[in-house]
């Protein structure tokens, strides 16, 4: 999963993918993540575009393309979801720290 973190990828897929029923591949993952297939592809996106505010000069319209979103606003609302602040104000937090630290 980690190697098509920039691409769309729904249920269907990674059940074929995996070789699994719905059931089975939902089960798993929540026995071994607490959550189920599209939630943690969900983080890893996530944990994936706070690598990219941080490393790489990108703004949010870009990281939202790149990792395959379909709108600006829904990353945002995700990003949010998970993470309690807006892209802007974790951007904003990280830009603090690099400058603070230099």
């Known amino acids: 999963m980690q190697e098509h973190v920039q691409e ?3 249920m269907n897929t990674l059940c ?3 070789y699994m029923s719905r059931s089975t591949l ?3 993952f929540h026995k071994e993540f607490g959550c189920g297939p599209m939630e943690y592809f969900s983080r890893m996106k996530i944990r994936r575009a706070r ?3 941080r490393e790489e ?3 949010i319209t870009e990281i939202a393309a790149r990792l395959s979103y379909g709108s600006v606003q829904y990353f945002s609302r995700q990003f949010k979801k998970e ?3 807006s892209p802007m104000e974790y951007l904003s937090s990280v830009k603090g720290i690099t400058q603070a630290l230099r």
Do not use: A, P, R
Request: charged content about 15%; hydrophobic content about 45%.
């Open 83 to 85: 993470m309690g602040m």
């Open 51 to 53: 690598e990219m505010m």
């Open 8 to 10: 769309q990828i729904d």
């Open 57 to 59: 000069n990108c703004n």
């Open 16 to 18: 074929d993918v995996f």
């Open 26 to 28: 939902q089960h798993l």
